[in-house]
Structures are given as structure tokens and as C-alpha cells.
């Protein structure tokens, strides 16, 4: 699925009630603040060495 197929989905969700889409954050670190912040949080992250505060489960292609 490209974004802009993705942005669509999320866009017909919201317009029609039955949906929010994820909150985007500025940055890797941004993310896992919120992550740490908040509980049962789950964020997508690229590859970091400082994940203090946070589980990372690493996913394999």
C-alpha cells in the first residue's frame, strides 16, 4: 500500500466517525518519549541504541 493509499483509508475513517489515525511525532526520540510516557504505548522506530524506558522487539524481514 503506497501513503498516500494509507492517508486516504485514514481520512475516510475520521471524516465518517468511526476512526482516529496515529499520532505522527517529529522524530525517533520524540516517539520514544511518548512511548515511555504513556502505557501500553506501541511505536514503530528504525534502529537505535538508546532505548532507555521502552521493550524493543525487534522485527525481522
Given at each position: 500500500?503506497f501513503?498516500?493509499q494509507l492517508e486516504r483509508?485514514?481520512q475516510?475513517?475520521?471524516?465518517?466517525?468511526?476512526g482516529?489515525p496515529?499520532?505522527?511525532l517529529?522524530?525517533?526520540?520524540?516517539?520514544?518519549?511518548?512511548?515511555?510516557?504513556?502505557?501500553?504505548?506501541?511505536?514503530?522506530i528504525?534502529k537505535q541504541?538508546?532505548?532507555?524506558?521502552?521493550?524493543?522487539?525487534?522485527?525481522?524481514?
Amino acid at each position: 500500500m503506497f501513503p498516500y493509499q494509507l492517508e486516504r483509508v485514514w481520512q475516510k475513517l475520521t471524516y465518517s466517525g468511526t476512526g482516529t489515525p496515529p499520532t505522527e511525532l517529529q522524530d525517533q526520540q520524540a516517539m520514544l518519549q511518548a512511548i515511555a510516557a504513556t502505557p501500553g504505548a506501541i511505536g514503530y522506530i528504525g534502529k537505535q541504541d538508546e532505548t532507555q524506558g521502552v521493550k524493543v522487539i525487534p522485527i525481522k524481514p
